[in-house]
């Protein structure tokens, strides 16, 4: 349960002297163990959308500023830096191969598999899903159960400005090879991205799947089957191909989940 005083946390990002006061570091402290815990996150679902919580936002900033840098080892290796990194994979039933680095306030729920890849503090990714071979996942990212995020992919962080949504993928979705997903782009649920595709906040993802093509900006519908695409557009220069997504299917529902995957890959021919 949630037993952090958000009042003073918030009264301290607004009077940032605070900070020095020990009661002022505890909280802070507590609020980053339990975004480590999976007891608080950054953002979480509402009916009809997400909301962002901006206090724990603020208070994974300010423990930047609390901490002082540290080096650890880990065998021959040494590193430099303001944050631990997570502990005890056994006990908490996460797979973790080598070189795969969460740091401290990362949320990694049990049955994760941490390819050699990177995760950031604040970020949260849910059980069942895997990292792939150097994929990143930014800080404050959400990342939900049973998602597949492929070699390579490039999953934003964003800690500031305070109120800007994070990046969402939700459930069950599939994030092919070299994807990149930043700016708080919301991938719904049960999505597959063919490879390289780009999903920014101003990205155009276009539905072509019926005459009437609709537009989305940073969102991807759920069941969404996507792959890179381009427009035209005119400059002064001449007229120039510029990147976009298009939407070029929809995963059946009628179907078992990873089965479904699978046959959409096949049946739109998306490399992965």
Wanted: aromatic share 6%; proline share 5%; glycine share 10%.
């Amino acid at each position: 349960m949630n037993n952090i005083n958000t009042v003073l946390i918030e009264k301290a990002w607004d009077e940032r002297s605070m900070i020095n006061d020990d009661t002022v570091r505890a909280e802070i402290e507590s609020a980053i163990d339990h975004l480590d815990k999976g007891l608080i996150r950054v953002a979480e679902p509402r009916e009809g959308g997400w909301i962002v919580n901006q206090w724990i936002k603020k208070a994974v900033i300010m423990y930047f500023q609390i901490r002082k840098m540290e080096t650890t080892e880990a065998g021959p290796l040494e590193f430099h830096d303001k944050i631990p990194l997570k502990k005890n994979y056994e006990q908490l039933g996460i797979r973790v191969v080598p070189h795969a680095i969460a740091r401290y306030g990362s949320f990694i729920a049990r049955g994760v598999i941490l390819m050699p890849s990177y995760v950031n503090i604040g970020a949260r990714v849910d059980e069942g899903t895997m990292v792939d071979t150097w994929a990143t996942v930014g800080s404050c990212a959400q990342i939900g159960k049973h998602v597949h995020l492929s070699g390579g992919v490039g999953i934003g962080g964003v800690l500031e400005p305070v109120q800007a949504a994070p990046v969402i993928v939700e459930d069950n979705c599939f994030i092919g090879s070299r994807c990149i997903v930043v700016e708080g782009a919301y991938i719904g649920k049960e999505s597959v991205l063919g490879a390289g595709s780009v999903i920014t906040g101003s990205t155009k993802i276009i539905d072509v799947t019926s005459p009437e093509r609709t537009e989305y900006k940073g969102f991807v519908p759920p069941r969404s089957v996507v792959i890179p695409g381009s427009y035209m557009r005119k400059y002064p220069a001449g007229e120039f191909g510029v990147p976009c997504a298009l939407i070029i299917g929809a995963r059946k529902e009628s179907t078992d989940k990873k089965t479904s995957l699978n046959e959409a890959l096949r049946e739109y021919d998306l490399p992965v």
